[in-house]
């Protein structure tokens, strides 16, 4: 279900980007893989299903750590985020390709 190449926006009032995340691995309730975005070298990805559709993913952007945190249905993803050492919210979604 989560394997493959996800397509990514992310939204916020000092941010717009695009990237992807690629789950290279989904076992359980856990997956892990690559987070790209902007050009930038790709870092891994961790996350976690939840019942009830929920989902995590944390990672790093500019070496800061950053959590996305939402919902699953079917091919895509959506929810919201934060880059915790600026604090910077916004929104993203995901489908897979």
């Not at 691995?25 to 987070?35: C, E, I, T, V, W």
């Not at 070496?63 to 985020?81: A, P, Y």
Request: aromatic share 14%; with cysteine; proline share 1%.
């Amino acid at each position: 279900m989560m394997s493959g190449l996800w397509d990514l926006e992310m939204i916020s009032e000092e941010y717009t980007g695009n990237g992807h995340f690629e789950i290279t691995r989904h076992y359980g309730y856990n997956f892990s893989g690559l987070f790209c975005e902007g050009g930038r070298p790709c870092r891994e990805l961790f996350g976690l299903l939840f019942d009830g559709g929920k989902v995590s993913i944390y990672t790093w952007i500019d070496g800061k750590s950053i959590d996305f945190n939402g919902e699953i249905s079917k091919d895509n993803m959506s929810g919201t985020f934060i880059i915790h050492s600026t604090q910077e919210e916004g929104t993203w979604t995901a489908s897979k390709q």
